[in-house]
């Protein structure tokens, strides 16, 4: 009976408990799978919350880190089965289920395929039963923690040593803000150990460990060592222009920031901004935003910008009334005192797709207000062009009930169509791709962008494309696991490295330049005392930036992990690339030519730091070893 029982909370079906085991209710996670005979892995999907707004994608990886299987599930594919075969051998397999999802999986394979589950951290993973169990091991001499967020089901985790006995617990109690979690220290011993953990409360659960492998199975005879095998790489450089590179640059803050901060900035050589400009203030101040706005471009020399009209505070529900238009006429009368120089975007409110209650209310303060830009000749030779619609997401719906009826895509084709003729660009925010394999989605989005607003006779887009805000979360719901490590680095330069790839795209801007205490997703962090340190994605950022070229190159990549840009200025070449997996990779690359001319490979690792790396160059192939979780540069000259 005890058996059945740990079977039933496992989630395990009765009919079929002697042949195969179930992983019910995954939101975010890997699942590592290892079989020692044929097997099929088998993903079955039930929506959770919107699901009929927004695609979603499944990934399965081999031992050696290719891509095995990839499943693009349709916003209207509510409910669906995917199935892919398994080959035994010693490597697992990686089934990947990027958060943040809006589907339940559920995962069936073979009871003796070993599996084990790597949850997301301070992210919730999962759904679970109350009572429902897992194992975890420890290490001997590790300083192993236990961690959980509550997220509304799971209240506490309860630990138990297989060995003795010894219990450990933690209560997870709800907090203010979102970072914010509990954790209890396990016991350090001269031998490994194995525990057994039992989740308390039913529905969302956040739990994972820090200080050994973060991987837990559903039975201790599962808990063997992951085995990830070395990948390979192989590059194919053409001669190709596919376009331009975007402009990458960040959000700056609505005040004149302090001269203490100007070592930063031009650290990060930003080359395009994201502004806001609040009606309420400036229909009171006309000239508020006079200074810092001059001093971004004079001092800094920003003269790509977009700036999202917003009330106070951010709240985007604009209307077309005296204040709007009072703080629309100083917005434009501040950018013609700017004398012409690059060009200002203008969004009409912040993310409409998510802040109006249907898109008729929001088009007619479009309308409106683009006929109060296209009044004054004069605000178009100053640069002025107006973008829209500034939306939360593109492809996929914001987060808002009805979320299928607000699709950015949707808005942008229906003004398009209605008034393309006052409109000079597309804009959108790109949330909650969280997952390193996922990014690839951003090169998705571009390219659905660009054939919404299509192409001209030269292959560029008919009206400008600007990513304009990404993040790995909205707001404040941030994981400092995400925000304050190098994974920032590596999930910035993968975003970078898609968003870029075929050439597409004019902008590309991280949200935002500083820390603030309600939202700490800067670039760089505020020590006191007006004192201002790069944090590790500003310290990528600035590394990227320095192997930044103006011209996309096509190239051909047979890899999933490792990320590459190929980019040409004149005579100077550069690959960017960045290695997103923990295997270390072998790179060959075709078509540059050996030797390379002023050739240099650099790399930068967790350290946050740049280094020079060796390469060979024989019979007409560069070759090296990209150790994991590291981005590199490769620079050479044809001249």
Request: charged residues 20%; proline residues 5%; negative net charge.
């Amino acid at each position: 009976m005890k058996r059945l029982v740990l079977l039933l909370s496992l989630g395990l079906s009765l009919d079929t408990w002697a042949a195969s085991m179930r992983w019910a209710d995954i939101r975010d996670g890997s699942l590592y799978l290892q079989a020692d005979r044929p097997d099929t892995v088998t993903v079955r999907w039930t929506p959770a919350w919107q699901a009929d707004a927004n695609e979603e994608r499944l990934y399965l990886l081999d031992g050696q880190g290719k891509l095995e299987g990839e499943r693009l599930i349709a916003a209207s594919e509510l409910s669906g089965t995917q199935s892919w075969p398994l080959a035994p051998g010693a490597t697992s397999y990686q089934l990947e289920i990027p958060g943040y999802s809006f589907r339940r999986y559920k995962v069936e394979h073979d009871e003796r395929t070993v599996a084990l589950f790597a949850p997301a951290k301070v992210h919730f993973s999962t759904e679970v039963r109350d009572g429902d169990e897992l194992f975890f091991k420890v290490a001997a001499g590790e300083h192993a923690v236990l961690a959980g967020k509550f997220h509304g089901g799971v209240s506490a985790l309860q630990a138990q040593r297989v060995g003795d006995g010894k219990q450990v617990s933690v209560a997870l109690k709800p907090y203010r803000a979102y970072w914010q979690f509990d954790q209890v220290e396990l016991p350090v011993t001269k031998d490994e150990q194995v525990w057994r953990l039992r989740l308390q409360g039913s529905g969302k659960a956040a739990f994972w460990l820090d200080g050994t492998a973060n991987l837990f199975a559903q039975n201790p005879r599962q808990l063997k060592p992951l085995r990830e095998d070395n990948g390979q790489t192989h590059l194919t450089l053409h001669d190709k222009v596919l376009g331009n590179t975007p402009n990458l640059g960040i959000a700056l803050p609505y005040v004149m920031p302090p001269t203490s901060s100007y070592a930063v900035l031009d650290a990060l050589k930003p080359q395009a901004a994201s502004y806001y400009s609040f009606v309420d203030i400036t229909a009171q101040r006309p000239h508020y935003e006079d200074g810092f706005r001059q001093l971004y471009q004079e001092r800094f020399g920003i003269t790509q910008d977009i700036t999202l009209l917003a009330g106070s505070h951010r709240v985007s529900d604009l209307r077309a009334d005296t204040m709007s238009n009072a703080g629309l006429d100083a917005w434009l009368a501040a950018t013609r005192t700017l004398g012409g120089k690059g060009t200002h975007y203008i969004a009409f409110a912040d993310e409409p797709n998510l802040n109006y209650p249907d898109y008729a209310d929001y088009q007619s303060l479009f309308d409106s207000m683009a006929r109060q830009v296209r009044s004054n000749p004069d605000n178009a030779k100053a640069g002025v062009r107006i973008a829209m619609p500034a939306s939360s997401r593109l492809v996929n719906g914001p987060f808002a009930d009805n979320a299928a009826d607000k699709r950015g895509i949707d808005w942008a084709r229906r003004l398009l169509a209605q008034s393309g003729d006052k409109i000079d660009a597309l804009a959108w925010h790109e949330w909650m791709v969280r997952d390193l394999l996922a990014t690839r989605v951003y090169r998705d989005s571009v390219r659905r962008a660009a054939d919404l607003v299509g192409l001209d006779a030269n292959g560029r887009p008919r009206k400008a494309l600007l990513l304009d805000q990404t993040n790995m979360s909205p707001g404040s719901d941030l994981s400092p696991y995400d925000q304050e490590t190098h994974f920032a680095s590596l999930w910035w330069a993968s975003v970078v490295i898609n968003a870029s790839q075929d050439g597409l795209l004019e902008m590309l801007n991280w949200f935002q330049a500083a820390d603030e205490p309600e939202w700490p997703k800067g670039m760089l962090r505020v020590l006191g005392d007006d004192h201002f340190e790069l944090k590790p994605v500003g310290l990528a950022h600035q590394f990227i930036q320095q192997h930044w070229l103006q011209n996309v190159l096509y190239m051909e990549n047979d890899a999933f992990e490792v990320d590459v840009l190929a980019m040409a200025n004149d005579t100077n070449r550069s690959l960017l690339g960045v290695n997103k997996g923990s295997r270390l990779q072998r790179i060959d690359l075709s078509g540059a030519h050996c030797p390379l001319f002023n050739g240099s490979l650099r790399y930068f690792g967790a350290d946050n730091r740049s280094r020079d790396a060796p390469f060979s160059c024989n019979d007409g192939r560069v070759s090296f070893e990209l150790p994991g979780q590291t981005l590199f540069a490769l620079a050479w000259s044809t001249s």
